[in-house]
C-alpha cells in the first residue's frame, strides 16, 4: 500500500540502468565542489542500438545498394542532403532486407547510434502507432518512462530537440501511412530517416522532400543467384533451366524464392523438377481461385501454401494456430499452450516452421512472422480449425498468460493480495519463476504483448479473463515501465469489468488507475477514478477496497498540500483498516498521517503517532514502511534541532533502501540525509547526497522529487557564501515547480531564491518575496502560516 514516499506499491526492486549526466567533486569545504546538471537532452546521453540482425545470405540488389550509398555521398559541408528516403515495393519484395543489410554496412557513420521500429502497417494486428513509436524512442534516448510527454506533439517536439545536435539512423519498417511517419522525423540536424513501405507514401515526398526507392521484383539473374545462395551445400549444382522456371514461378519476390529455395535445400535427394511440378499444380489452382489481386500477390500466396502443404500435420496444424495468438511476437512457452503440446514438442514443431522459412527465430525461444504469413496463417485457422477449435486455443494462450502474469507478481510485488484464479486449463503449463530477475526478465520480453492479450480476450468474449488479465498485468509490469504503459491496459480491462457488472472488479482497477494517474501527476483524473471506486465499494460493502481508495485520495490531497483533507482521508482509511484487523495497512495509513503532520509544522502531534507507527512495522517486518518511519522521524528531530538523533535514524532508512535495492525510496530519502549534512556544515557530503537524489529521481522521472535536490544544492551553496551557484539552482528548481503548477513549492523556492539573491541584489529579492506571498494565499496550515509571516517581516525591514 502506498506511502508519500512511494511511487509505486512493493517496488522494491526498482533497479535502474544507464549512466549519470550529474557529476560531483567533493573534498575539502575549502577548495573548488562543482555540481552540475547537464540536461537530459544533451548528445552524452544513451547511445541506442536497435537495428535487428543482419541476414547470413544477402545476395544482389547492388543497384538499389548504390542508391541508398548515395544517400551518403550527397553531402553539402560534411551534412546529409535529404534526411528522409522511402523504400518502396509490393509485399514480399525484401525491403526490409535491403535496408536492413545496408544499414548494417554503414552503421559507423552514426555515432550517435540507431533508431529501429516495425510499424506493423500491414501486420493483421493492431499498427503501432507514431505515440507509441515516439515513447520507444524517448525511453532509448535516455528519458524516463514518467518524463514521456502523453500528447503525440509534446513527445515529437521533445524528440525533434533531444537528436537536433546528434547524428543518427532512424529506420521506420512497414509504414502504411504518412500519419505514422510525419512524428518521427527530426526538425533538422544530420540524421538519416530510411522508411519502407508498400505505399509510395506521397506525401512525405512532398512535404518533407523525401527521395523514394522503389524496389521490384528481382531482375532474373539476381532471382537464380539467390537461389543458389540458399541452396548451396544442400543439392547438386542445378540446371539453369531449371532455376529459372522456379523463380518465374516464385514472381522473382525475395521472401517467396527463400521459401521456395528452403524447401528445396530440406529435400536435397528429391528432383528440382518434381519440386516445380508440385509448385506449378499449385500456381495452377490458385489461378482458377484467383481474386483478382496483382500477380505478385497471387505468386507468394501460391508459395505459401505449397510450402505449407508440405509441413507434417501437426507442424502445420501449430503454424496456423500461432496466427492467433493476440500479439506479433511469441515465446516457446506460449506456442506450446496454443498447439496442446509440451515445451519439448512444440520447440521441434517450431524448428520445421523456422526451418521452412515460414517463421523467424529472435532470440532462444522467442519467434516472429513475417506480416504477410502471420496474416496467412490466420486465414488458414479461419479456414481449417472449427470455431469451437479456434475459441479453445484463443482460451488456453490467454490461460497462459493470465496464470505466467500471477506468478511474477509473486516476485515483482510479493506484499500484494493475488485474484483468487481458477486453475489453469488443461495442456497449460504456466511458466514459474525461481527469483526477482527471471520474473522481470519475462516480464520485459512479454511487455509488448499485454494490451493485445487484453483487447484479444475482450474481444473474444471473456470478459472476465480480460479484466483479471488487467488487474494482475498491473503487478507484473517492468519495474522500468511507465504507469502510462498500463492506463489502456486498465481501460480494457474497467470496460469488461462494466459488461460482468463486477462491481469488485471495477473498484481494483479503479483504484490501480488512481494510482498510475497521481504517478503521472494527472491529478484530477486519478481523484476521479479514486472518488469511483469509493462510491463502488461502499456500494458493495467492500470495507477494505475503500479504505485503500481513501488513503490514495489522501496522498493526492497530500501532493497538492490540501492537508487538512489529506489528514481526514488517512484518518478513515486507517480506522476502517484497524476495524478489519489488517493491521499493516493500519500502520500504513498512520505513518501518512504522520507525514501530514509533519509537512503542516504540528511537529508535536506528527512525534505523537511516529513511534506507534514504527513499532506496527517493525512488529510486521514490513521494512519499506519501517524506512518510511524513520526518515520522517529523521526530518522531525532535525527540526526539533537533535541532528544526531535524525543522522541516526536516516542512516538506518538508507540501509534499508539499499537493501531493498529500492532506488525510489532510497532518491527520497537522500534528501533528509543531505539536509541533515548541511545543518551540520558537512557541505562537501551534503553536495555528494543532493547529487545522487537528483541523479536517481531524473532516472525515476520524478520532476518534482529532482527539484527538490536542486534546492537542496542550492541552499548548500549559499551556506558556503557562493550565492551565484546557489541562484543558479534555486532557478532551476523554481522553473520546474512552475511548470508543474505546484505552488507550495514554488512559493519556498522563491524564498531561498530571494535569501540567495539578497546580499548583492536586494530589490530582486523583495520582488522574489512578493511573488512568494501570493502564492501562499491559498495555505493556512501552521508551516504557511509561519513562512507567510517570516516573509512579510523581511520585505518591511527591506522597505524600511
Same mark, same amino acid.
Given at each position: ?595 501530514? *503532520? %509533519?509537512?503542516? =509544522?504540528?511537529?508535536?502531534? $506528527?512525534?505523537?503517532? #511516529? !513511534?506507534? +507507527? @514504527?513499532?506496527?512495522?517493525? &512488529? /510486521? ?15 522531525? *528531530? %532535525?527540526?526539533? =534541532?537533535?541532528?544526531?538523533? $535524525?543522522?541516526?535514524? #536516516? !542512516?538506518? +532508512? @538508507?540501509?534499508?533502501?539499499? &537493501? /531493498? ?24 557530503? $551534503? ?12 532516472? /525515476? ?24 551557484? $546557489? ?12 511548470? /508543474? ?60
Amino acid at each position: 500500500m502506498p506511502t508519500e514516499g512511494d511511487k509505486r506499491p512493493g517496488d522494491s526492486q526498482n533497479d535502474l540502468s544507464g549512466s549519470s549526466r550529474d557529476v560531483v567533486q567533493a573534498g575539502s569545504v575549502s577548495g573548488d565542489i562543482h555540481f552540475h546538471q547537464v540536461a537530459a537532452s544533451g548528445p552524452s546521453g544513451p547511445v541506442p542500438r536497435q537495428l535487428p540482425a543482419d541476414l547470413n545470405t544477402f545476395v544482389n540488389r547492388s543497384d538499389e545498394l548504390g542508391q541508398l550509398n548515395a544517400v551518403l555521398a550527397d553531402r553539402n559541408g560534411g551534412r546529409i542532403v535529404v534526411s528522409v528516403h522511402v523504400v518502396a515495393g509490393t509485399a514480399g519484395a525484401g525491403k526490409t532486407s535491403l535496408v536492413l543489410h545496408w544499414a548494417h554496412q554503414v552503421k559507423d557513420q552514426f555515432p550517435d547510434g540507431q533508431l529501429f521500429v516495425n510499424l506493423r502497417g500491414y501486420d493483421p494486428g493492431e499498427p503501432v502507432t507514431a505515440a507509441q513509436a515516439l515513447q520507444r524512442f524517448l525511453r532509448a534516448l535516455g528519458v524516463a518512462p514518467a518524463e514521456v510527454p502523453q500528447d503525440v506533439d509534446d513527445a515529437a517536439a521533445m524528440y525533434r530537440s533531444l537528436i537536433a545536435d546528434r547524428r543518427v539512423m532512424i529506420f521506420l519498417d512497414n509504414a502504411a501511412t504518412v500519419g505514422q511517419v510525419r512524428p518521427l522525423l527530426p526538425g533538422g540536424g544530420d540524421s538519416l530517416v530510411v522508411v519502407t513501405s508498400r505505399s509510395r507514401l506521397a506525401g512525405l515526398s512532398v512535404r518533407d522532400g523525401a527521395r523514394r526507392i522503389t524496389l521490384g521484383t528481382l531482375p532474373e539473374p539476381e532471382a537464380v543467384a539467390l537461389l543458389r545462395a540458399v541452396t548451396r551445400g544442400y543439392r547438386p549444382e542445378e540446371d539453369g533451366d531449371q532455376l529459372v522456371e522456379l523463380a518465374r514461378l516464385c514472381a522473382r519476390l525475395p521472401l517467396a524464392l527463400r521459401i521456395a529455395a528452403e524447401r528445396a535445400a530440406s529435400h536435397p535427394h528429391m528432383r528440382l523438377d518434381d519440386l516445380i511440378s508440385d509448385l506449378r499444380d499449385e500456381s495452377a489452382l490458385w489461378d482458377a481461385l484467383s481474386t483478382g489481386i496483382d500477380d505478385e500477390a497471387e505468386a507468394i500466396r501460391t508459395v505459401f501454401t505449397w510450402s505449407y502443404r508440405a509441413l507434417p500435420t501437426h507442424s502445420a496444424r501449430l503454424f496456423r494456430l500461432l496466427g492467433l495468438h493476440p500479439g506479433a511476437a511469441f515465446s516457446l512457452p506460449a506456442a506450446a499452450a496454443l498447439g496442446e503440446a509440451t515445451p519439448s514438442r512444440t520447440r521441434q514443431l517450431l524448428d520445421d516452421l523456422v526451418g521452412a522459412h515460414l517463421l523467424e527465430q529472435t532470440a532462444p525461444d522467442r519467434f516472429q512472422f513475417h506480416d504477410l504469413l502471420r496474416a496467412y496463417a490466420t486465414d488458414l485457422a479461419q479456414a481449417e480449425e472449427l470455431s469451437d477449435q479456434r475459441q479453445a486455443a484463443r482460451r488456453r494462450v490467454l490461460s497462459w498468460y493470465l496464470h505466467t502474469a500471477d506468478a511474477a507478481q509473486t516476485w515483482l510485488y510479493p506484499s500484494e493480495d493475488h485474484l483468487p484464479l481458477p486453475g489453469p486449463l488443461p495442456q497449460v503449463t504456466p511458466l514459474v519463476f525461481t527469483d526477482y530477475n527471471a520474473a522481470a526478465d519475462w516480464s520485459e520480453r512479454e511487455q509488448g504483448n499485454f494490451l493485445p492479450v487484453v483487447r484479444a480476450a475482450a474481444r473474444d468474449g471473456m470478459d472476465e479473463t480480460a479484466w483479471q488479465l488487467a488487474t494482475i498485468l498491473w503487478f507484473a509490469r517492468p519495474a522500468s515501465s511507465s504507469e502510462r504503459d498500463w492506463l489502456e491496459v486498465g481501460r480494457v480491462g474497467l470496460e469488461a469489468a462494466t459488461r460482468r457488472e463486477d462491481q469488485r472488479a471495477q473498484t481494483r482497477l479503479l483504484i490501480n488507475m488512481g494510482i498510475a494517474h497521481r504517478a503521472l501527476n494527472n491529478f484530477s483524473e486519478g481523484l476521479d477514478a479514486l472518488e469511483r471506486a469509493v462510491t463502488l465499494a461502499h456500494s458493495s460493502q467492500s470495507r477494505f477496497d475503500e479504505a485503500q481508495a481513501l488513503n490514495l485520495i489522501g496522498l493526492i490531497y497530500l501532493r497538492q498540500r490540501e492537508l487538512d483533507l489529506a489528514e481526514a482521508h488517512f484518518g478513515r482509511a486507517m480506522f476502517a483498516f484497524r476495524d478489519l484487523a489488517h493491521v499493516q495497512r493500519a500502520a500504513t495509513a498512520l505513518s501518512n498521517i504522520a507525514s501530514t *503532520r %509533519l509537512s503542516a =509544522g504540528r511537529l508535536p502531534e $506528527a512525534a505523537s503517532v #511516529i !513511534d506507534e +507507527a @514504527l513499532a506496527a512495522h517493525r &512488529a /510486521l517486518a514490513d521494512r519499506g514502511g519501517e524506512g518510511n518511519l524513520l526518515r520522517i522521524a529523521a526530518a522531525l *528531530r %532535525l527540526e526539533e =534541532g537533535d541532528a544526531d538523533a $535524525a543522522r541516526r535514524s #536516516i !542512516d538506518q +532508512a @538508507l540501509d534499508i533502501a539499499l &537493501a /531493498l535495492r529500492d532506488h525510489t525510496r532510497e532518491g527520497f530519502w537522500l534528501l533528509t540525509l543531505g539536509d541533515i549534512q548541511r545543518t551540520t556544515a558537512d557541505y562537501g557530503d $551534503a553536495l555528494t547526497s543532493y547529487q545522487r537524489s537528483a541523479m536517481l529521481h531524473r532516472r /525515476l522521472g520524478d520532476r518534482s522529487r529532482e527539484a527538490l535536490a536542486w534546492r537542496g544544492t542550492g541552499q548548500t551553496y549559499a551556506a558556503m557564501d557562493r550565492h551565484g551557484e $546557489a541562484t543558479a539552482f534555486h532557478r532551476q528548481a523554481m522553473a520546474v515547480h512552475r511548470d /508543474l503548477g505546484d505552488t507550495w513549492q514554488l512559493a519556498l523556492e522563491l524564498d531561498h531564491l530571494a535569501a540567495a539573491a539578497h546580499p548583492e541584489d536586494s530589490g530582486t529579492a523583495r520582488g522574489h518575496w512578493s511573488e512568494a506571498l501570493t502564492h501562499l494565499t491559498p495555505y493556512t496550515d501552521p508551516r504557511a502560516t509561519s513562512l507567510r509571516s517570516r516573509i512579510q517581516g523581511l520585505l518591511t525591514q527591506a522597505a524600511g
